[in-house]
């Protein structure tokens, strides 16, 4: 079972840049779409971009143009470099397949997350 670990957030200022990385514990190769996803205290998690095994992007309309997803299927990592950051961008964001892993027990099915990584984008 593929665990995942994000790393990268961190503190920035309005205008600056920010890569955030994804390992993952097991391959990702058979895994169609990857995506990163990001939470604000508050709010349902948000699917904002993703990338099939063969590269291709999609995005949200607040990070397109802003944001550029990435995966290394040999490494097993997915990127994301995020530009010209806003304040709005401030959240916590977790990588994931696109839909999410999910892991069934005997009794319940759940969705599996890693514990994220912040983002805080304030001058």
């Known amino acids: 079972q593929v665990q995942l670990v994000e790393s990268g957030g961190g503190l920035v200022q309005p205008g600056e840049s920010l890569t955030l990385s994804c390992a993952a514990s097991?391959?990702?190769?058979?895994?169609?779409?990857m995506g990163w996803y990001r939470q604000v205290p508050g709010k349902q998690r948000e699917l904002i971009a993703t990338?099939?095994?063969?590269?291709?992007?999609t995005y949200v309309d607040s990070v397109r143009g802003r944001f550029t997803i990435s995966r290394d299927n040999a490494r097993d990592t997915v990127s994301l470099q995020m530009n010209s950051l806003k304040p709005e961008d401030t959240a916590v964001y977790y990588c994931?397949?696109?839909?999410?892993?999910?892991?069934?027990?005997?009794?319940?099915?759940?969705?599996?997350w890693g514990q994220g990584t912040q983002v805080t984008v304030s001058s």
């Open positions: 990338v099939t095994y063969g590269g291709r992007p």
């Open positions: 097991g391959s990702i190769a058979s895994i169609v779409r």
């Open positions: 994931n397949s696109d839909p999410p892993i999910t892991i069934a027990t005997m009794t319940d099915e759940y969705e599996y």
